[in-house]
């Protein structure tokens, strides 16, 4: 199994079209059928498969026509980023102002100011 976090980029496009593949013939179809249902050439398909390289819209042609969009939904969806500024600066914002002790006045000084 590829570990994803650790492959280069043509190690993950060849993965991809070779998972794509594995779901094609789990799902009994042909290259030429899939590549009727997704409204691409058969030769786009023999590409992506063998080498995973191809355009990003035959790529979501192609996971819609073997009904994977819902697969995508990670992809797609924000997640919230959090830099290390915006934490200090979160963290800077709950902060109540601090009261420091006062200093004691010299000697010879009184203290009851009115």
């Known amino acids: ?15 991809l079209g070779q998972r794509l593949r594995a779901q094609r ?3 009994s179809l042909t290259q030429a059928e899939l590549a ?14 063998s080498t995973g390289m191809t355009t990003l819209e035959t790529f979501v042609r192609v996971i819609q026509a073997l009904g994977l969009v819902d697969e995508l939904a990670d992809l797609l969806t924000l997640r919230p980023t959090t830099s290390i500024a915006a ?18 006045l010299p000697q010879g000084r009184r203290q009851d100011r009115q």
């Not at 009727?36 to 498969?49: D, F, H, M, N, Y």
């Not at 934490?87 to 004691?104: G, I, T």
């Open 1 to 15: 199994m590829l570990d994803v976090a650790l492959a280069t980029v043509p190690e993950l496009v060849e993965a």
């Open 87 to 104: 934490m200090e600066q979160a963290q800077a914002a709950q902060r109540q102002r601090v009261r420091h002790p006062r200093k004691p």
């Open 36 to 49: 009727q249902r997704a409204g691409v050439s058969g030769s786009a398909i023999k590409t992506l498969e």
């Open 25 to 27: 013939i789990a799902q």
